[in-house]
């Protein structure tokens, strides 16, 4: 049982270029969720997909966009990647939105821009 | 706004001390909270989950408990292991969509 797996792992990107992160779920998971994680920030929610088919802002959507391509996969895209986006990205899913439900998380994207 | 906060950031003690680590919540009306373990530049594994309806959640040496009223949980450690190095994070879910706000974290050294 894989949980959630994320990659690439690790990768550098120039200032302007593009990438996209990817999200699997094996556990059959209704909800994925994207976090950055960054020194003295504590993890920041990016974006979330409550069910298939949607997605919604979270608390620092500015920058990226995401699909949720099926119920297993969410990516999350960089279109023009700036140093601020520097950061620990962390994908995490749960099986149904709210109530008493635990979440899981990938082992982590390491981005530097430079 | 949800806002978690954890105190302090960072603790250190010597092997076999029982301690307590803090997470207060500005908003009480909370669905559940969380309490992860990260060790460094690894993920987030969970440790415990506490339902709103309950008051503590044991497993192991961990005991976490959690009052909605004061907007507090603790997560207790029973005679603490060097392998219990790592930072801790406790996060809360307030919406029916199941986004968990994080507070910061507590680095804790256990030292042989």
């Known amino acids: 049982n894989a949980g959630v797996t994320q990659t690439p792992k690790f990768q550098v990107l120039k200032t302007g270029q593009s990438m996209t992160l990817q999200c699997a779920q094996d556990m059959n998971h209704n909800s994925m969720y994207w976090y950055r994680q960054d020194p003295g920030m504590g993890l920041r929610l990016i974006y979330y997909?409550?069910?298939?088919?949607?997605?919604d802002k979270g608390e620092v959507p500015n920058g990226y966009n995401v699909s949720r391509l099926n119920k297993r996969e969410f990516s999350l895209r960089l279109e023009s990647a700036a140093p601020s986006q520097t950061s620990v990205y962390f994908c995490a899913s749960k099986p149904t939105g709210g109530w008493n439900t635990e979440a899981f998380f990938g082992q982590g994207t390491r981005l530097t821009v430079v | 706004k949800q806002e978690v906060t954890q105190i302090p950031a960072a603790l250190s003690v010597p092997e076999g001390e029982n301690l307590v680590l803090n997470c207060s919540f500005t908003d009480s009306a909370i669905y559940n909270l969380q309490w992860f373990r990260q060790d460094p530049g690894k993920g987030l594994t969970s440790l415990l989950l506490i339902q709103s309806s309950q008051r503590e959640q044991t497993s192991g040496r961990l005991n976490a408990s959690l009052d909605k009223s004061s907007g507090r949980s603790t997560l207790y450690i029973a005679a603490s292991q060097p392998g219990d190095s790592a930072t801790y994070l406790c996060a809360a879910s307030s919406s029916n969509t199941g986004k968990l706000i994080f507070g910061q974290g507590t680095t804790l050294q256990v030292k042989p």
């Open positions: 997909s409550a069910s298939e088919g949607t997605t």
